[in-house]
């Protein structure tokens, strides 16, 4: 009997990748002094906004909250709180963190992994949308009002 597909693999890669940004070895050139210190600056910023707006995402969806990229079956579509600005506010905190761990440290080896939990995040987001249109009827026009993964441009 196969079982169905509801994104597994998709949140596998998501915890590997964030799980890498935080043990990478910091490798690549040095990063210009003036950098390294903006870096220092808005880091802990990043990372603590990042860790908030997840948070409250979490909240807003509530009972409708799942890892998973497929909706739950008995999940309602979520507009309003941080959904009215971006339609993937998780993912937006998940990517402000991975980027404020990257500044935070100047490492290029941890920018590597960053940028691939953004193509990551942006094709399971794209997936999902998929699920999502197939089971809301008004996503489509949800989904041209509001951006994607960060609340510009769109």
């Not at 799980?19 to 870096?39: D, Q």
Request: charged share 20%; hydrophobic share 45%; glycine share 10%.
């Amino acid at each position: 009997m196969r079982r169905e597909n509801r994104g597994e693999a998709w949140v596998i890669g998501q915890f590997l990748l964030l799980g890498l940004l935080l043990v990478v070895p910091r490798r690549g050139p040095a990063w210009p002094r003036w950098l390294v210190v903006l870096g220092r600056l808005v880091g802990l910023p990043l990372i603590g906004g990042g860790l908030a707006l997840t948070g409250i995402a979490f909240g807003n969806l509530g009972p409708n909250l799942t890892a998973l990229p497929k909706p739950k079956d008995d999940s309602t579509l979520v507009r309003d709180g941080l959904y009215k600005s971006v339609r993937h506010p998780i993912y937006c905190g998940m990517l402000l963190f991975a980027y404020g761990v990257v500044a935070l440290t100047g490492s290029t080896s941890r920018l590597a992994v960053a940028t691939a939990l953004l193509a990551l995040l942006d094709a399971k987001a794209s997936r999902e949308e998929t699920w999502l249109l197939e089971r809301y009827p008004d996503y489509a026009a949800y989904r041209r009002e509001v951006p994607k993964l960060l609340p510009w441009p769109r």
